[in-house]
């Protein structure tokens, strides 16, 4: 699921939400990333939508922690938030 903060310059600060399964159990993780123009709101969430699978990395000894890369999700249209674990 994505959703969007708009900023006052035309610009939207997207988010993304996504949930992972380790071991048979259930987290949830968002994303944050770089800021598209609001008048491309509909095509980014459209694409988003469009992606059957996102690709987590985890820290393994603390599963709660994750994080989102373009080089593992190349489909997301916009730049991620590369913050560590």
Known sequence: MSRFGENTDGHASPDLVFSYEVNG????GSAG???V???QIKRVTDAINAIRVIHV?????????SCLLNQDNP??????????Y
């Open 57 to 65: 990395r985890y820290d393994s000894s603390n599963p709660t922690s």
């Open 75 to 84: 489909d997301i249209p916009f730049e991620l938030d590369h913050t560590p």
């Open 37 to 39: 123009e609001t008048k």
């Open 33 to 35: 990333g770089a800021a």
């Open 25 to 28: 159990e259930m987290f949830y």
